[in-house]
């Protein structure tokens, strides 16, 4: 895919999540570790700019997010890391999923598979 403005190689991720503060510090991990890693409130707010700043991948705290939301990621093509806490809702194993990830876990694996990923 074409990443206009970005230096070659450097990956997009997305971040997805209405909380501010877990957001901000996988963005800040995945910046210092030479990501181009944006943050969104919601999955419609990335869609949004899909066609200007399509990701290698996209981290979505699945908390409150509905069935809907993850087909339009799905749909769209990219591949999607979910963090999801216990117990998951039976709708998520519809999904090819890069990764679920279960909580608890740290910024720390969540970097680590998105290295494996993108």
Same mark, same amino acid.
């Given at each position: 895919m074409c990443?206009?403005?970005?230096?070659? !190689?450097?990956?997009? &991720?997305?971040? &997805?999540? /209405?909380?501010?503060w877990p957001r901000a510090y996988l963005r800040a991990e995945l910046i210092e570790r030479g990501y181009d890693a944006v !943050?969104?409130? /919601?999955?419609?707010?990335?869609?949004? /700019?899909?066609?200007t700043r399509f990701p290698d991948a996209a981290v979505l705290e699945l908390r409150g997010v509905s069935r809907r939301e993850v087909e339009l990621l799905f749909k769209a093509g990219v591949p999607v890391i979910g963090i999801v806490s216990h117990p998951p809702p039976e709708w998520l194993a519809e999904f090819p999923w890069a990764a679920l990830l279960h909580r608890p876990l740290s910024i720390g694996e969540i970097v680590e598979k998105i290295a494996q990923i993108a």
């Open positions: 990443r206009l403005g970005l230096a070659a !190689g450097v990956s997009v &991720i997305w971040i &997805i999540d /209405t909380e501010q !943050g969104y409130l /919601t999955v419609d707010d990335a869609a949004g /700019t899909i066609a």
